[in-house]
């Protein structure tokens, strides 16, 4: 039972457009929810997170939306850059427990030039 | 090291063997995890070192599966009688505070179990 979902397994956008990256999630004890992007070799590496008293979180570029009602959150990149493409997973923690994170499968961002 | 870092980058073994994979935290990070991401799959979860507390092992998939830190420090996994199914690529993740805290990667290990 996959309590993260990411249904896009790859998504594929023109460079210097928008990408949208969209999670699901089933568990409304998630509070916490965090966006981790990997290059092919590598470790993931933290992107932007978002706290459930939020709707909304930006860091230059990135900006990632929470909607509790939904329980769906998105990231949204803008202007995507070559740069960008990795797999990009959503993550969720659970006010039960501080520390066990539940992933998503991710999704396959490929900017085209 | 200024990252976690992760030994053997790629192994190579033959179904029933055993193998150790190694992981090195960042220094003076207390917490500690394993996940396991297999092909087109999120990260699953095995484990959990925080501290001297007892680790969370509620991940890991059976009893060929098990996972020790030595001294806070350096972590070991273990897989024994490796199964095809094993395959996978095996991370570790280290952070500087136990509640929450980003989660800072090494570049896994990839398993391939022949």
């Known amino acids: 039972d996959q309590q993260v979902k990411q249904n896009s397994p790859s998504l594929s956008v023109q460079e210097g457009r928008i990408s949208i990256l969209n999670c699901d999630y089933t568990n409304s004890m998630f509070d916490y929810f965090l966006w981790y992007k990997k290059y092919p070799a590598e470790g993931p590496t933290f992107l932007i997170s ?3 008293i939020k709707d ?3 860091d230059g570029r990135f900006t990632v939306f929470l909607n509790k009602s939904a329980k769906h959150l998105s990231l949204h990149i803008v202007p995507s850059q070559p740069g ?6 959503c993550a969720a ?5 501080n520390y066990q994170l539940i992933w998503g499968a991710g999704t396959k961002l490929i900017i085209k030039p | 090291g200024a990252g976690v870092s992760q030994s053997p980058s790629n192994k190579v073994t033959e179904k029933g063997k055993d193998v150790e994979l190694r992981c090195d935290p960042i220094s003076g990070h207390t917490a500690l995890y394993w ?7 999120g990260l699953e ?3 959990y070192f925080q501290g001297n507390s007892a680790p969370d092992k509620s991940g890991l998939p059976s009893d060929r599966f098990s996972a020790e830190r030595t001294g806070g420090s350096v972590s070991t996994l ?3 009688r490796t199964q095809q199914e094993d395959s996978a690529v095996y ?9 929450g805290g980003e989660q800072f990667f090494g570049p896994g290990t990839r398993l391939t179990v022949l």
């Open chain 1, 50 to 52: 978002i706290s459930s």
């Open chain 1, 56 to 58: 909304k979180n930006e």
């Open chain 1, 84 to 89: 960008d493409s990795a797999v990009y997973f």
């Open chain 1, 93 to 97: 923690l659970s006010g039960e427990s």
């Open chain 2, 35 to 41: 996940y396991r991401q297999s092909l087109g799959q």
């Open chain 2, 45 to 47: 979860f095995l484990i």
């Open chain 2, 78 to 80: 273990t897989i024994q």
């Open chain 2, 91 to 99: 991370l570790c993740a280290t952070i500087a505070e136990p509640q």
